[in-house]
């Protein structure tokens, strides 16, 4: 049964203070929201200003301080994060590129086939020849959009890629099962955060097993569409409907 108001609030906290490590999952409703500036036809093109718009986000921004806030209170205390979102801000409020995987890729990065290669040098050289307007400049962004180690055609390196290279993430993904691992037993507060049914095989569904089979753990799932808990973590979960930075702006 979902519990509103103080006395959630309270059982929140009183479960990260008493964990001794903390699983933690991102999902989109931690994304900021972009007002949409431009119409560019091409969706590459519209991916790179996406990706300079989350790279410029200025740190006063509400995600940045919510992500702050959490790592706070997460403090010396083990933890991994699984995150949804390719915005890559996770990694600006102080949590460790160690302790992240990010199984649905980085708006940082760029991918042929073969490659993956760091975007910024290369989307801002295209958004650069974009500025001029003109009908060569929508022609000649394409040439830029090559992979400087085989000249193959880019794309962003995110799940969206229809080519999209596994092997970015698969190291950390590896790193993240054997830190799970350890986890048995143990006090484990596991946080979901604004996590959707867009890939629920990679947070939701893993999440609730894990808190079914260690009954140490405390499970707190903050989402303002999808709050709802398995019957089975009735006992050990925490549900609250609302949108989770909003919720840690908040507390």
């Not at 090559?146 to 962003?156: A, K, S, T, W």
Request: contains cysteine; glycine residues 6%; proline residues 5%.
């Amino acid at each position: 049964m979902m519990v509103d108001g103080k006395e959630t609030v309270q059982q929140v906290f009183e479960a990260i203070e008493h964990a001794e490590m903390f699983l933690i999952g991102v999902g989109t409703e931690c994304m900021p929201v972009r007002e949409q500036t431009t119409v560019l036809r091409e969706p590459f093109l519209a991916d790179c200003e996406k990706s300079r718009f989350y790279e410029e986000l200025p740190e006063e921004h509400e995600v940045l301080r919510a992500y702050r806030r959490l790592r706070e209170l997460i403090g010396a205390k083990p933890y991994f994060v699984v995150t949804l979102n390719t915005d890559d801000l996770i990694y600006r409020a102080g949590f460790e590129a160690d302790l992240v995987v990010a199984p649905c890729g980085s708006m940082r990065k760029l991918q042929c086939t073969e490659h993956i290669v760091e975007a910024a040098k290369i989307r801002d050289e295209i958004l650069t020849q974009m500025q001029g307007g003109a009908k060569e400049c929508e022609d000649g962004w394409q040439a830029l959009a090559v992979c400087p180690q085989c000249g193959r055609r880019l794309g962003f390196h995110t799940i969206k890629n229809p080519d999209y290279l596994e092997e970015g993430y698969l190291p950390q993904w590896n790193k993240y099962m054997k830190w799970l691992s350890c986890t048995l037993n143990r006090r484990l507060c596991i946080l979901e955060l604004g996590v959707d049914f867009e890939y629920p095989q990679v947070i939701r569904f893993p999440f609730e097993k894990t808190a079914y089979f260690n009954q140490k753990s405390k499970f707190i799932r903050i989402n303002k569409k999808f709050p709802q808990l398995a019957e089975e973590l009735s006992v050990q979960g925490i549900n609250i409907r609302e949108n989770p930075i909003d919720f840690l702006n908040r507390n």
